[in-house]
T-cell receptor, first 114, second 112 residues
Framework: NAGVMQNPRHLVRRRGQEARLRCSPM?????VYWYRQLPEEGLKFMVY????????ESGMPKERFSAEFPKEGPSILRIQQVVRGDSAAYFC????????????FGEGSRLTVL | QQQVKQSPQSLIVQKGGISIINCAYE??????FPWYQQFPGKGPALLIA?????SEKKEGRFTISFNKSAKQFSLHIMDSQPGDSATYFC???????????FGDGTTLTVKP
């Protein structure tokens, strides 16, 4: 499967715990985007990364959320001290370059905070 | 400030009918306008896209109409089928800036 791979697909955390979501882009893609989708809502941009660089984090909450895309390995979206409002589907997308049009999405990671 | 406004929020169409979903944008720097289709439990997948140098693009039963002066674009699904029942998102992107901005989605139900 050469598509965008996200794991875990489902994650349950209690309030105050940490959530780590991983995304492996399509082969040959070096640009990764994270989006959040709340129930019955659209996709909200969070962060855009290239290898070892954060290009645009204008959609990331200022506290508790961080993202990285290391030289080796998957991109990680980290949510510290989760709250119920963090419950959502988190989608990762990748592109070959930053100025190509199509985003290739993964199947998402669904976070539930108890 | 919502940069891409999508309507309607939900749409019910009879099999064989035409489904029309509309979007409006504000940022004139956008230069790529895709539509994504999402089935429950899945990630969005590109359906069809258009650039502002053309006014219409057709792929099979799916057509995008684009009005640059009005800053509007729409998706038309001809001969709608029950298998088209999904959530549809319009998006707009400034390919020099990277990120895509999405509309809030339209849930389409095609009744047999």
């Amino acid at each position: 499967n050469a598509g965008v791979m996200q794991n875990p697909r489902h994650l349950v955390r209690r309030r105050g715990q940490e959530a780590r979501l991983r995304c492996s882009p399509m082969k040959g893609h070096s640009h990764v985007y994270w989006y959040r989708q709340l129930p019955e809502e659209g996709l909200k941009f969070m962060v855009y990364l290239q290898k070892e660089n954060i290009i645009d984090e204008s959609g990331m909450p200022k506290e508790r959320f961080s993202a990285e895309f290391p030289k080796e390995g998957p991109s990680i979206l980290r949510i510290q001290q989760v709250v119920r409002g963090d419950s959502a589907a988190y989608f990762c997308a990748s592109t070959i370059t930053g100025n190509t049009g199509e985003l290739f999405f993964g199947e998402g990671s669904r976070l539930t905070v108890l | 400030q919502q940069q891409v406004k999508q309507s309607p929020q939900s749409l019910i169409v009879q099999k064989g009918g035409i489904s029309i979903i509309n979007c409006a944008y504000e940022n004139t720097a956008f230069d790529y306008f895709p539509w994504y289709q999402q089935f429950p439990g899945k990630g969005p997948a590109l359906l069809i896209a258009i650039r502002p140098d053309v006014s219409e693009k057709k792929e099979g039963r799916f057509t995008i109409s684009f009005n640059k002066s009005a800053k509007q674009f729409s998706l038309h699904i001809m001969d709608s089928q029950p298998g088209d029942s999904a959530t549809y998102f319009c998006a707009a992107r400034n390919t020099n800036a990277g990120k895509s901005t999405f509309g809030d989605g339209t849930t389409l139900t095609v009744k047999p």
